[in-house]
């Protein structure tokens, strides 16, 4: 497996961190991040500085739209936490884990709030952001997408054979972060693996979105 330079991976993840401080939608809530686990724990943020300097490590992401929290009952909020494999990213996929209460869906796990991502992030090849993945699970909360004939919770597979919310307005990364080819003077080359077809797919932003990251503290 191809590995980054200790500079491209700082570079890599400085992108993410762009890329996730752009995320907007009204779907979208809080989103923090932290430099390791641990610091998830006593709530020690990365500062603006240091997220752009490649040292988040660890998302916090609220989703705000109704889930269930188990069958039939509502779930209005909910949490969810991206940690980054620094040893092997972005080729290694993150893990992801929703805090309690945890939604209930056919991909997270009911006691640990593990979800499985399915071959997503490998298919990418390293062309997904984290905030490529944040979408992905917010679709697989919604049970947005093919029809899976496995998963970690067998109760709600069988239950949920449509999307909860059809029309469900997913949160969209700005293109400026990912396309713009600007790059600031004395900043490292923002690194992404690309593949003939450029990054992977993503909802087109319509412009109309509410920007909920504005002047938001991390």
């Not at 972005?90 to 071959?119: D, L, M, N, Y």
């Amino acid at each position: 497996m191809h590995r980054l330079t200790p500079d491209e991976l700082r570079s890599r993840l400085a992108l993410d961190y762009r890329a996730m401080r752009s995320l907007r939608g009204p779907t979208i809530g809080r989103i923090e991040a932290f430099a390791s686990p641990l610091d998830v724990d006593v709530r020690r943020g990365v500062t603006d500085a240091e997220g752009l300097a490649g040292l988040a490590t660890v998302y916090r992401v609220e989703f705000r739209f109704p889930m269930w929290r188990a069958a039939h009952r509502t779930l209005y909020r909910a949490r969810v936490v991206l940690c980054i494999p620094t040893n092997a990213y972005p080729f290694a996929e993150p893990t992801v884990t929703f805090e309690r209460p945890v939604p209930f869906a056919p991909h997270i796990q009911k006691w640990s709030g593990h979800v499985c991502t399915g071959s997503a992030w490998y298919a990418a090849q390293g062309n997904w952001l984290i905030a490529n993945l944040v979408i992905h699970v917010m679709r697989l909360t919604n049970c947005d997408g093919p029809c899976a004939r496995e998963g970690l919770n067998r109760q709600a597979l069988l239950l949920m054979t449509a999307p909860l919310n059809p029309d469900l307005e997913y949160p969209v990364v700005d293109d400026r972060v990912t396309h713009s080819g600007v790059v600031t003077p004395g900043a490292a080359v923002p690194f992404v693996a690309r593949r003939p077809g450029g990054f992977a797919p993503r909802a087109p932003s319509t412009g109309s979105e509410k920007v909920l990251f504005a002047r938001r503290a991390w």
